[in-house]
């Protein structure tokens, strides 16, 4: 092959594009000829041989990427489960207004109560006594007893004594107002959280916030097939100003407990 045509191919030969018959022939050829051989050599020391990248540090980069964005997944997901797990177990949400429904009902309408203080084996302590429905009732003080129907109340029994009642109460209402709160929650398990009723001769002030939950907790109420929770109060703690507040998400739901007691006959006016 003709020394122009080897120094035309020269360039692709040192690209390494040539083919390998192509190779063979030039390699051939300057072999024997001095003068394209020195021309080869030029050519190699004007383009240098350029080195293989090296793709370890990159390697390492992805690698340190990909572990940054698992951490953030991880992080984001235990974000989410903390907050549903907060949402629906530890701080469930109260349920909101327009969920609920209450509706109410009485028993023992017309009974009365004979309410005291007697000393029990030295403590003093506050009594109930259930009276018949219709009966005369006549507190003497005088002789420090009470009269039914002509006969002494009877208080207690103790160690086979008979202990009357003394002249110290008042003859109340009694009965008892039930409340049926039902909820429209997919959740069968409710957190109840309710304020105490120490006293049933003052006024219930009631508060009552229901929380829909799974049942994760100790101090959840298991709702009733009908999801019901049942508010019960005696007819003697109904006076004027007794309410129920139901807390919940949106608004408070106020119910006026005295107005349903005279509603049911449960109290007069």
């Known amino acids: 092959m003709k020394c122009e045509i080897i120094r035309d191919l020269l360039p692709v030969y040192c690209d390494g594009l040539a083919s390998e018959e192509t190779r063979a022939e030039v390699d051939r050829h300057v072999a024997e000829c001095d003068d394209c051989r ?147 929650t997919p959740f069968k398990y409710m957190r109840v959280e309710r304020t105490p009723i120490y006293n049933h001769l003052v006024a219930v002030e009631q508060e009552l916030t229901l929380r829909p939950c799974l049942p994760f907790r100790q101090d959840i109420d298991m709702l009733y097939d009908d999801k019901v929770s049942i508010q019960e109060y005696e007819a003697i703690s109904l006076g004027k100003g007794a309410s129920l507040t139901i807390h919940c998400r949106d608004k408070d739901v106020v119910v006026d407990l005295h107005e349903l007691a005279l509603e049911e006959g449960l109290l007069k006016e």
């Open 38 to 184: 020195e021309r080869l050599r030029l050519i190699r020391e004007a383009v240098p041989d350029v080195p293989e990248p090296d793709i370890q540090p990159m390697k390492k980069i992805k690698r340190s990427l990909r572990l940054r964005l698992a951490l953030v997944i991880g992080m984001v997901c235990l974000g989410l489960l903390a907050g549903l797990y907060n949402m629906l177990v530890a701080n469930p949400m109260a349920i909101s207004s327009d969920k609920i429904e209450v509706t109410h009902y009485s028993r023992g309408k017309g009974e009365k109560v004979y309410i005291c203080t007697m000393n029990i084996r030295g403590n003093e302590k506050e009594v109930s006594i259930g009276l018949p429905t219709e009966c005369d009732v006549d507190i003497d003080k005088a002789n420090n007893c009470v009269w039914v129907d002509g006969r002494k109340l009877e208080g207690a029994e103790i160690n086979g004594e008979t202990i009357y009642a003394p002249a110290n109460g008042t003859v109340y209402d009694s009965g008892v107002l039930t409340l049926f709160v039902r909820c429209d």
